[in-house]
């Protein structure tokens, strides 16, 4: 199967439910479900939502990622979890060292191929692949199919059937607001926007990691609680961003498009794109954060000059141009 679908549509517990249905007979004390994740924030979550799902069964889940210790990674491969969630570097690493029994897999799923191959994983993955059963269940999701998805696809998959859902389209949720201005005046801006709207959860994304933390730190001085989320930022730090900002004792997060995929923290009211994205799949990605399940959001983007060229292939897509 290749799946493409609209961020915030419930795409995770679609391929998660069927899975659990399939394990719920068969052999125990094997790993019979691998799940790709591109980033250790998607891995985590998809783990809690199959958590959720699996209640009241007796089937097991693990996620597997870098920047915290082994020991109960490895515990949960020798164990046979009956799904792995997984970011590739880490467990490739793992398999390497002889852990992980995949003898029995059944099915594989590669969630955000396109952001692994953003992010360089498609070495890796290339390499498990060749670690797993060819005979199996394969899931490919990605948002768009640049050259190396569509040929990882024709080498993994046998007859694919194809499933698009609201394909390149924003969010039909999301209210979409665009503030022209100068570079020196961005931030001035943003703490006016800020209070012109209810913070309760707000979303800022920046270019940069320095941005993001220079953002920050000015949000903070205004006298909102902020946090942060991004590349230089300690596991345990990103983990407790994440959880202090889904449970509100951060009104606002300042995030870098780590966490523009597959973030899912309910009730976010704002998405403020204090920079413009590189890319329109990205801007869809970052405003997809905000009106998910049916709920409505706003996208605020602060343009300069020099992003109107990027401002006219949104409105291209947006069909508004």
């Not at 007859?159 to 022209?180: C, E, F, N």
């Amino acid at each position: 199967l290749i799946g493409t679908a609209q961020t915030g549509t419930g795409k995770t517990a679609a391929f998660v439910l069927p899975i659990l249905q399939r394990l719920l007979g068969g052999p125990r004390g094997r790993t019979r479900a691998l799940i790709l994740s591109p980033t250790r924030e998607l891995a985590e979550q998809t783990h809690e939502t199959i958590r959720a799902l699996a209640a009241g069964t007796n089937i097991r889940s693990a996620s597997i990622y870098g920047g915290v210790r082994y020991p109960s990674q490895v515990k949960a491969l020798k164990d046979g979890t009956d799904i792995i969630v997984a970011c590739p570097g880490r467990l490739l690493d793992l398999m390497g060292q002889g852990y992980g029994r995949f003898d029995k897999l059944e099915v594989l799923v590669i969630d955000e191929a396109d952001r692994m191959f953003d992010m360089g994983f498609l070495p890796s993955v290339r390499q498990i692949l060749k670690q797993i059963p060819a005979r199996r269940h394969t899931m490919l999701f990605s948002a768009t199919f640049p050259r190396e998805i569509e040929q990882l696809a024709s080498q993994i998959l046998t007859q694919p059937k194809r499933i698009a859902v609201g394909l390149m389209r924003p969010v039909d949720t999301v209210s979409h607001a665009l503030y022209p201005v100068d570079e020196r005046y961005k931030m001035p801006l943003l703490l006016e926007l800020l209070k012109s709207v209810d913070t309760k959860s707000v979303l800022v994304f920046a270019r940069t990691k320095h941005r993001a933390e220079r953002l920050t730190q000015q949000i903070e001085r205004a006298g909102y609680k902020v946090t942060s989320l991004h590349g230089n930022r300690s596991q345990n730090q990103r983990d407790e961003a994440l959880s202090g900002f889904k449970s509100g004792t951060y009104q606002v997060m300042v995030a870098t498009d780590i966490a523009a995929r597959g973030l899912d923290v309910e009730g976010i009211s704002h998405v403020i794109n204090y920079d413009m994205p590189d890319t329109a799949d990205a801007y869809l990605h970052r405003i997809g954060r905000t009106g998910r399940a049916e709920h409505t959001g706003d996208a605020f983007t602060l343009a300069t000059p020099q992003d109107w060229e990027m401002v006219g292939a949104l409105q291209k897509i947006m069909g508004r141009a």
